[in-house]
C-alpha cells in the first residue's frame, strides 16, 4: 500500500548543482503535481500533469522543469539550484476521474541549497 | 494566483475543548478540501466539500462549504493530543487542476 513515494527524504546542494526529486504513485492516477512548502505559508503549486506525455504550470513553475513519460512516475529537475528554492517539496496524485477528486499527497522531500 | 486567508494561524487550547478555524478566499471555489499534517509528513485529508452550504463530519471534525463559496470552517469537538499538528484547507476553482492551500493553522493541545 505505497501511495505517493517520494526520494530522497533530504538533499543538500551548491548554487547552480542540477537535482531531479523522484515521485512515484502505484494507484494509478492520472493527475499529478509538485507542490513546494516555505515556513508560514501553504502549499504552492509549480508544475502538474494530467496524464502522461501532458504537463502544464502551476503558480510558481520558474527554474523547475518536469516530465510525464509513464503515468507512474512525475520527477521534478532543478537545473541551476538557487537558495531561493531551498524549501520542502510534496508531490501529490489523484484520480482524473472528477475533476474534483482530492489529491493524496506524499511525505515530502526536504531540499537546501547553499 | 488566488489568496486564501486562514486563521487562526496558531491555537494552544486545553484537551478537551472545542476548535474552530476558518478560511476565506478572494473568489469563489468549487471544492473546499480540509488537510491535517503531522511533522515530517504530508498532509492527509480530513474533509471534502462539494457544494455550497455543505455540511460534513467526519467523527469529531465537522466542516462547512460557506454559502457565498468563499469561506470555509473546520470545527474540532472535545479536542485530544493527537489532534497537534497543523491544518490547512484547500480551494478549487474552475480550473479543476489547480488548488490553492492556506497558509495553515497549528494547533497545540495541552494534556
Known amino acids: 500500500n505505497a501511495g505517493v513515494t517520494q526520494t530522497p527524504k533530504f538533499q543538500v546542494l551548491k548554487t547552480g548543482q542540477s537535482m531531479t526529486l523522484q515521485c512515484a504513485q502505484d494507484m494509478n492516477h492520472e493527475y499529478m503535481s509538485w507542490y513546494r512548502q516555505d515556513p508560514g505559508m501553504g502549499l504552492r503549486l509549480i508544475h502538474y500533469?494530467?496524464?502522461?506525455?501532458?504537463?502544464d504550470q502551476g503558480e510558481v513553475p520558474n527554474g523547475y522543469n518536469v516530465s510525464r513519460s509513464t503515468t507512474e512516475d512525475f520527477p521534478l529537475r532543478l537545473l541551476s539550484a538557487a537558495p531561493s528554492q531551498t524549501s520542502v517539496y510534496f508531490c501529490a496524485s489523484r484520480s482524473g476521474q472528477g475533476g474534483n477528486q482530492p489529491q493524496h499527497f506524499g511525505d515530502g522531500t526536504r531540499l537546501s541549497i547553499l | 494566483g488566488q489568496q486564501l486567508n486562514q486563521s487562526p494561524q496558531s491555537m494552544f487550547i486545553q484537551e478537551g475543548e472545542d476548535v474552530s478555524m476558518n478560511c476565506t478566499s478572494s473568489?469563489?471555489?468549487?471544492?473546499w478540501l480540509w488537510y491535517k499534517q503531522d511533522p515530517g509528513e504530508g498532509p492527509v485529508l480530513l474533509i471534502a466539500?462539494?457544494?455550497?452550504?455543505e455540511l460534513t463530519s467526519n467523527g469529531r471534525l465537522t466542516a462547512q462549504f460557506g454559502i457565498t463559496r468563499k469561506d470555509s470552517f473546520l470545527n474540532i469537538s472535545a479536542s485530544i493530543p493527537s489532534d497537534v499538528g497543523i491544518y490547512f484547507c484547500a480551494g478549487q476553482g474552475d480550473n479543476f487542476n489547480k488548488f490553492y492551500f492556506g497558509s495553515g493553522t497549528k494547533l497545540n493541545v495541552k494534556p
Open positions: 500533469s494530467v496524464g502522461a506525455g501532458i504537463t
Open positions: 466539500l462539494y457544494k455550497a452550504g
Open positions: 473568489s469563489i471555489f468549487n471544492t
